[in-house]
């Protein structure tokens, strides 16, 4: 039954997969005239279909577009994967709740259970296209906008930001030294990643290490490299990262955890600008820019002893201070929206949108964790929230709790209170709990509550709350 309707040249190309001919008449009557419709047997067909052609939706009939619904469920799993924008509808003869549940999982928007009507049928396609239509009208939008407010993978406006672009365009033409400070979760590879990015090394290599994530036995070889039989289980000759770092950039991460014998060797390699692989002679040229990060005091640490001054002046030639999240507020609906739709587009889901008291409550948090804590949250609520609209109770209860736009949400509810009926509830809690406290004498409760026995009497004969 392969094969194309007669439809309107300019419309919006849509795949009907079934093989029950029976459905024809009603797609030729409500759905050809609207809609340019191509007709194929199976999910199986579509999916070669749609590598030579884009399609807007497509409709598949569970019965009967493959051996079973099993396998045409896994077929609508691939063709989410293809394509993430595509409408996918569904229809099943079965009242099976499970086949629509896993339907449903698979990426399918809509369900209807056959017999159905086929006017119902188009304004439900119809609804669901304009749908998606806005869905990647607003993507769009807000692509626009973080590409006007980043720059270089960095994501802000704030001026704190723009101080910082202006810091990594002004050091990235040279090859100085750069030292770059901030709190964990700022970014501070992404501003190493952007640095080099703008200089004229950008095409040579960019080799990072984080010096804290290898154990000290470790550290020397990472870094210098060593020869054949340098040492046991030393098999072969490798070269280390700062020699793989020649003629580009190495990057070292939490520099302010290498140990005080690491250091010296560091510092020789800058000075000399050789290195030397374990167990070899001969020392090897090399040209590299470095770039280091710390979020500790190194100041305080030159002052204990564990770390060389000499090595902390040789860092320090141009620090850049990354600022946190905090003191860069008007930044967070910016980032939320950039990590809320490359999470959505990861996992292939619709586009998820944020409650007006969500983003008070997420800008009113301290983020003690930076940005990096506030893309855990977005992508732990792109995964764990089943709705498209992201509500306070989603929220984590940490965030929750030292909010105080959420007190103020959770006093006030969306659709109001009755006060007399709050005050009400108010007064008997702390009647109960004052009672309860004295052991049911109502004269050491009113003492307690610090009112009259005469009023406490009359609390407790209004409420009916017995002592």
């Known amino acids: 039954m392969p094969g194309a309707l007669m439809s309107p040249a300019t419309a919006l190309r849509i795949c ?27 999910c199986a067909e579509f999916l070669s279909l749609l590598e030579e052609t884009p399609f807007e939706a497509v409709i598949i009939d569970l019965d009967t577009a493959g051996e079973s619904s ?19 509808l569904a229809f099943t003869r079965s009242y099976n709740k499970r086949i629509r549940r896993r339907a449903e999982q698979a990426g399918v928007e809509d369900f209807l ?54 810091a990594i365009s002004r050091v990235a033409q040279g090859s100085t030294t750069v030292l770059l400070r901030g709190e964990s979760g700022t970014g501070k590879e992404l501003v190493a990643q952007a640095i080099v990015a703008c200089s004229p090394r950008r095409d040579k290599p960019l080799v990072s290490v984080n010096c804290s994530a290898l154990p000290e036995t470790l550290i020397e070889s990472e870094l ?8 046991t289980g030393a098999h ?24 005080l ?27 590299f820019r470095l770039i280091t990060a710390t979020n500790e005091d190194l100041e305080a640490a030159v002052h204990s002893g564990r770390f060389r001054e000499d090595l902390y002046y040789r860092i320090n030639v141009v620090p850049i201070i990354l600022p946190p999240l905090r003191e860069r507020e008007a930044d967070i609906p910016l980032l939320i929206d950039h990590f809320l739709s490359f999470y959505c587009r990861a996992n292939n889901l619709p586009l998820k949108r944020l409650d007006a008291d969500v983003l008070e409550i997420l800008e009113d948090y301290h983020w003690p964790g930076n940005v990096r804590e506030l893309e855990n949250v977005v992508q732990r609520l792109v995964l764990m929230v089943p709705s498209d609209v992201i509500h306070a109770r989603h929220l984590p209860q940490h965030i929750l709790c030292n909010s105080t736009a959420k007190n103020e949400a959770l ?56 002592g």
Do not use: W
């Not at 072969?236 to 140990?259: K, M, V, W, Y």
């Open 261 to 287: 014998e690491m250091q010296s060797k560091l510092l020789r390699t800058l000075e000399q600008h050789t290195v030397q692989r374990i167990g070899s002679k001969v020392p090897k040229r090399i040209d």
């Open 16 to 42: 009907i997969a079934t093989r029950d001919a029976a459905l024809l008449p009603g797609v030729q009557e409500s759905l050809a005239s609207v809609f340019h419709i191509t007709l194929v047997n199976t």
């Open 113 to 166: 259970v056959s017999p159905f009507n086929f006017a119902d049928l188009r304004e439900l396609l119809q609804h669901h296209l304009e749908l998606r239509h806005r869905e990647i009208e607003d993507r769009a939008l807000r692509d626009q906008v973080l590409t006007r407010c980043s720059f270089c993978g960095l994501i802000g406006r704030s001026e704190p930001m723009r101080r910082l672009y202006d």
């Open 224 to 231: 210098f490299g060593h020869e054949k039989g340098a040492y």
């Open 411 to 466: 006093l006030i509810p969306e659709n109001g209170i009755v006060f007399d009926e709050e005050m009400a509830s108010i007064e008997v809690a702390y009647l109960q709990a004052a009672l309860r406290r004295t052991h049911g004498k109502k004269r050491a409760a009113a003492d307690l509550l610090h009112i009259e026995p005469r009023r406490m009497k009359y609390l407790c004969h209004k409420y009916h709350v017995r």
């Open 70 to 88: 099993e396998e045409v469920i896994g077929r609508l799993k691939e063709l989410r994967q293809v394509n993430g924008d595509m409408v996918m």
């Open 236 to 259: 072969e000759s490798r070269p280390g990262q700062i020699e793989l770092a020649h003629g580009g950039t190495l990057f070292l991460d939490e520099i302010g955890n290498l140990g």
